[in-house]
C-alpha cells in the first residue's frame, strides 16, 4: 500500500509562486510513477504534470507549461510541483496520485491507483 500526503497550498496573489509536496511512503514509491491533478469548483478534476519513476521523463498539461516544474527526490520520498507565475484559474485543490508505472494514459486520472487528501492552492487578483 501506498500513502500520499500533499502539503504547502495556500493563499497567494496573482504572479506569485507555491511549491506544493507530496510526502509518500509505501512499498514501491522509488519506481512508482507520480502525477499531479487539480480540481476547481463546478469542474472535473484535471490533469497538471507527471514525472517517470526515474524522474527522467515530465509531462504537463499546456495551460502550465512553462510555469510549472515536477520533480522528485527520492532520498526524501518526496514529490515537488513548484508552481511559478500564478493565475487565478489555477485555484483548485491540488492532488497528488501515484500509478504503478509509465503508459500512453499518463493524463488519466482513472489509471492512478493512490491519491493523497488534497491541497488548496488560491490564487487572488
Known amino acids: 500500500q501506498v500513502q500520499l500526503v500533499e502539503s504547502g497550498g495556500g493563499l497567494v496573489q496573482a504572479g506569485g509562486s507555491l511549491r506544493l509536496s507530496c510526502a509518500a511512503s509505501?512499498?514501491?514509491?522509488?519506481?512508482?510513477?507520480m502525477g499531479w491533478f487539480r480540481q476547481a469548483p463546478g469542474k472535473e478534476r484535471e490533469f497538471v504534470a507527471v514525472i517517470s519513476g526515474s524522474g527522467g521523463v515530465t509531462y504537463y498539461t499546456n495551460s502550465v507549461k512553462g510555469r510549472f516544474t515536477i520533480s522528485r527526490d527520492s532520498a526524501k520520498n518526496t514529490v515537488y510541483l513548484q508552481m511559478s507565475s500564478l493565475k487565478p484559474e489555477d485555484t483548485a485543490v491540488y492532488y497528488c496520485?501515484?500509478?504503478?508505472?509509465?503508459?500512453?494514459?499518463?493524463?488519466?486520472?482513472?489509471?492512478?491507483?493512490?491519491w493523497g487528501q488534497g491541497t488548496q492552492v488560491t490564487v487572488s487578483s
Open positions: 496520485a501515484s500509478r504503478r508505472s509509465w503508459s500512453a494514459a499518463v493524463w488519466e486520472k482513472y489509471d492512478y491507483n493512490y
Open positions: 509505501g512499498r514501491t514509491f522509488s519506481t512508482a510513477v
